[in-house]
T-cell receptor, first 113, second 114 residues
Framework: AQSVTQLGSHVSVSEGALVLLRCNYS??????LFWYVQYPNQGLQLLLK??????LVKGINGFEAEFKKSETSFHLTKPSAHMSDAAEYFC???????????FGAGTRLAVHP | DVKVTQSSRYLVKRTGEKVFLECVQD?????MFWYRQDPGLGLRLIYF???????EKGDIPEGYSVSREKKERFSLILESASTNQTSMYLC?????????????FGPGTRLTVT
């Protein structure tokens, strides 16, 4: 069965610091991987996705993630945090060829001045 | 832009009431989903539908039912609301059957059952 583990339910960084949100997955087939962001009182918005091809994926708002098959990881990074990045972030996986998403528990990112 | 709308942002119901949550998408997507979101648990799939009148159970279907009479509309029904169904409910839609497509989410309905 597929599953997603997000390490750290809360992450706090200073404005301008590196953002690193961790995601590990388990999947019996080559996965499709997603990162979503949820701002307060809103639905989820896609940040980026990995399907096939290049393992370093760039998304919106300066975020990127790297698919590492050997480590079963898909960590999300941003070189320099901005106050507007404060939100909850969800990693999700879907087994190839099927459209159901399995979500991690989420990581709440706080950005301090 | 894909738009997914949900009928209410906030809803307060009493225990035992029948509750309808409505979701509409405007992009002719085949698939529609209902999730509930609880702190520390992420999003859990309640039901999904891959075509009109077709539905499949997700991970936590107990206490819920769904209806999809038209392609653009997917309703979640709580037959007899209970306090443990107090939660945020999110609807989503996506095109096609291949897993490479992302899901588009509505703004959510925060349901409180008293």
């Amino acid at each position: 069965a597929q599953s997603v583990t997000q390490l750290g339910s809360h992450v706090s960084v200073s404005e301008g610091a590196l953002v690193l949100l961790r995601c590990n997955y388990s999947s019996s087939v080559p996965p499709y991987l997603f990162w979503y962001v949820q701002y307060p009182n809103q639905g989820l918005q896609l940040l980026l996705k990995y399907t096939t091809g290049a393992t370093l994926v760039k998304g919106i708002n300066g975020f990127e993630a790297e698919f590492k098959k050997s480590e079963t990881s898909f960590h999300l990074t941003k070189p320099s945090a901005h106050m507007s990045d404060a939100a909850e972030y969800f990693c999700a996986v879907t087994p190839g060829g099927y459209n159901k998403l399995i979500f991690g528990a989420g990581t709440r990112l706080a950005v301090h001045p | 832009d894909v738009k997914v709308t949900q009928s209410s942002r906030y809803l307060v119901k009493r225990t035992g009431e029948k509750v309808f949550l409505e979701c509409v998408q405007d992009m002719d997507h085949e698939n529609m989903f209902w999730y509930r979101q609880d702190p520390g648990l992420g999003l859990r799939l309640i039901y999904f539908s891959y075509d009109v009148k077709m539905k499949e159970k997700g991970d936590i279907p107990e206490g819920y039912s769904v209806s999809r009479e038209k392609k653009e509309r997917f309703s979640l029904i709580l037959e007899s609301a209970s306090t443990n169904q107090t939660s945020m409910y999110l609807c989503a839609s996506s095109p096609g059957l291949a897993g490479a497509y992302e899901q588009y989410f509505g703004p959510g309905t925060r349901l409180t059952v008293t």
